[in-house]
């Protein structure tokens, strides 16, 4: 092979070198880097940190002084509210669990009812949270793609239950409650009664769709393993 044949078919290029970036390109691409990476840390960190201080200077004061630690110690420990809090709540649980403790508390109930606007409260958030422990519960178990606010558009929303209520008497259809969050904020929503036939079951599950409701569609679930594969 001559010169004029490696002239007409030269050897094709495999890789183009990547264009190099200029120092202050450098200097961005960099610093977006670190963001991505210590933002997330650092606000959990702070989130974390606020709660327990909230905690700590809530219930700190209600600790009698001979049985808080800090009067013996040179310095203070961060959590001791929150742990106090715990050590409450296990020994509170431990009393219900027995005869005398049901029976106290189904005195303290009877009392409740007796006040118009507590009663509903109590009532209220005493299912929300018996639902939201209890570990058999099926409630925000599905992510479902619903039509809102009109035909055509659709929105992420979770399955909170199956009615069976009187709205559900009154409906031709078989219909499920859903919470319809919002935007980046998804303890704000909307409670809807949906056909479940106008549903569409997504195989995402309850924490994929709220990152994907939280990151406002720029966290792909695409890219996150699926319900039925854990």
Same mark, same amino acid.
Request: no cysteine; aromatic share 12%.
């Given at each position: 092979?001559?010169?004029?044949?490696?002239?007409?078919?030269?050897?094709?290029?495999?890789?183009?070198? *990547?264009?190099?970036?200029?120092?202050?390109?450098?200097?961005?691409?960099?610093?977006?880097?670190?963001?991505?990476? *210590? =933002?997330?840390?650092?606000?959990?960190?702070?989130?974390? %940190? %606020?709660?327990?201080?909230?905690?700590?200077?809530? @219930?700190?004061?209600?600790?009698?002084?001979?049985?808080?630690?800090?009067?013996?110690?040179?310095?203070?420990?961060?959590?001791?509210?929150?742990?106090?809090?715990?050590?409450?709540? +296990?020994? /509170?649980?431990?009393?219900?669990?027995?005869?005398? $403790?049901?029976?106290?508390?189904?005195?303290?109930?009877?009392?409740? #009812?007796?006040?118009?606007?507590?009663?509903?409260?109590? $009532?209220?958030?005493?299912?929300?949270?018996?639902?939201? @422990?209890?570990?058999?519960?099926?409630?925000?178990?599905? +992510?479902?793609?619903?039509?809102?606010?009109?035909?055509?558009? %659709?929105?992420? =929303?979770?399955?909170? *239950?199956?009615?069976?209520?009187?709205?559900?008497?009154?409906? =031709?259809?078989?219909?499920?409650?859903?919470?319809?969050?919002?935007?980046?904020?998804?303890?704000?929503?909307?409670?809807?009664?949906?056909?479940?036939?106008? /549903?569409?079951?997504?195989?995402?599950?309850?924490?994929?769709?709220?990152?994907? +409701?939280?990151? *406002?569609?720029?966290?792909?679930?695409? #890219?996150?393993?699926?319900?039925?594969?854990?």
């Amino acid at each position: 092979m001559d010169d004029n044949d490696e002239q007409q078919n030269p050897e094709p290029v495999l890789f183009e070198p *990547a264009p190099k970036l200029s120092f202050f390109h450098r200097v961005r691409r960099y610093f977006l880097t670190g963001l991505v990476v *210590a =933002a997330p840390i650092g606000i959990t960190i702070y989130i974390g %940190w %606020w709660f327990i201080t909230f905690v700590d200077d809530n @219930v700190k004061p209600l600790i009698p002084a001979i049985y808080n630690p800090e009067n013996y110690l040179p310095f203070s420990i961060p959590g001791l509210g929150l742990v106090a809090v715990f050590i409450f709540l +296990v020994i /509170l649980g431990a009393l219900t669990a027995n005869l005398f $403790g049901r029976a106290l508390i189904r005195f303290g109930e009877r009392i409740v #009812d007796r006040m118009p606007v507590v009663r509903s409260v109590y $009532g209220t958030l005493k299912q929300i949270f018996e639902t939201v @422990v209890e570990q058999d519960t099926k409630s925000f178990s599905d +992510v479902v793609l619903v039509e809102y606010p009109r035909k055509g558009i %659709w929105a992420i =929303a979770f399955v909170s *239950a199956e009615n069976t209520s009187e709205i559900q008497d009154k409906m =031709a259809d078989h219909v499920v409650n859903l919470f319809l969050p919002t935007t980046p904020n998804p303890t704000s929503g909307f409670l809807l009664f949906v056909p479940k036939k106008d /549903l569409i079951y997504l195989d995402m599950t309850p924490d994929q769709g709220a990152k994907y +409701v939280i990151s *406002a569609g720029l966290v792909n679930p695409e #890219d996150l393993p699926r319900k039925d594969a854990e």
